[in-house]
């Protein structure tokens, strides 16, 4: 994947927030709304591996795992992305009120905003790890991401269940495992569960985003709020590194390949979790680096 920062501020429901960097390994300074559109064009929903479905924007992954007793659904993009979603469920033919749990990778607006609208719909119970829950909770983060101070806001959703590191959330047959993956926040969480096609399954992950992108005065090495930061980090790849990963999914899509990998018609891929953890641990060294030779 190329190097690049991916600057956004709120888009037309959010025209008044400051800017965030989603994607990259260097500091966020610009204020920029280019990437909004371009995350939040429109993209047909489609089968990725047996139950499993892509449902979000070209620009921004939601996941479906569905199942005769319910479905649960992985992010939620941005405010506006909500109707998109729903519309790629419908598109599927299911129900959203068959959509039983919503989960999160990491709590940002562009990956977030859209779940208080998606429960709303569904009825949906919302489940994430402790530091997204209260982020959640607020709909704006906190000192201790490094994003703090960029992020425009987004609403407010409860959140039902509190995760630990290794909970499984089952939704009938349904059984997903959260991963803590702490780095790009410290909430950022994984997801793993099994699809299958007859007697063939494949092991799916949803690995959070693993770039070190911050606001100008934070520093992964030296932050009060946040002072296992490094070693956090390091911890979150290395369980990316070890997942039994036959199919990678990542938040934006572009991170781990898959349009690419649509296009080729070949979208297993057993090495996409070890090259996306090489990757970061890579853009991770590279950040520390800079931070240390700084005053």
Not at 9 to 26: H, I, K
Not at 152 to 163: E, G
Not at 261 to 266: F, N
Request: with cysteine; hydrophobic share 40%.
């Amino acid at each position: 994947m190329r190097n690049r920062v991916l600057l956004a501020a709120a888009c037309a429901a959010m025209a008044a927030a400051a800017p965030l960097a989603a994607q990259g390994d260097t500091i966020a300074r610009a204020p920029a709304c280019a990437s909004c559109a371009e995350w939040n064009v429109p993209q047909r929903p489609f089968r990725l591996y047996g139950n499993t479905y892509y449902v979000g924007t070209h620009g921004l992954s939601a996941v479906l795992v569905t199942s005769p007793r319910g479905h649960v659904l992985i992010d939620g993009g941005l405010p506006e992305s909500a109707p998109l979603i729903e519309a790629n469920i419908r598109a599927l033919g299911f129900r959203m009120r068959d959509v039983k749990v919503i989960l999160n990778s990491h709590t940002h607006f562009d990956h977030a905003g859209g779940i208080a609208a998606l429960a709303r719909a569904s009825g949906a119970a919302v489940a994430a790890s402790g530091p997204s829950a209260e982020v959640l909770a607020r709909g704006a983060s906190g000192p201790d991401d490094p994003q703090y101070g960029i992020l425009p806001p987004f609403p407010a959703v409860p959140v039902a269940r509190v995760l630990a590191d290794g909970d499984t959330v089952r939704v009938g047959p349904l059984a997903l495992v959260a991963h803590l993956t702490p780095g790009h926040t410290r909430g950022s969480t994984t997801w793993s569960w099994r699809s299958c096609e007859s007697r063939h399954c494949l092991e799916m992950v949803y690995a959070d985003s693993q770039t070190p992108v911050s606001a100008d005065g934070f520093r992964y090495t030296a932050s009060a709020a946040w002072p296992t930061a490094v070693a956090d980090f390091e911890r979150g790849i290395g369980v990316i590194e070890g997942l039994r990963c036959d199919l990678l999914v990542t938040p934006h899509p572009d991170a781990s390949g898959l349009w690419e990998r649509v296009a080729a018609g070949r979208l297993p891929d057993p090495q996409g979790c070890r090259r996306y953890a090489a990757r970061a641990r890579t853009q991770l060294a590279r950040r520390v680096a800079d931070e240390r030779a700084r005053p």
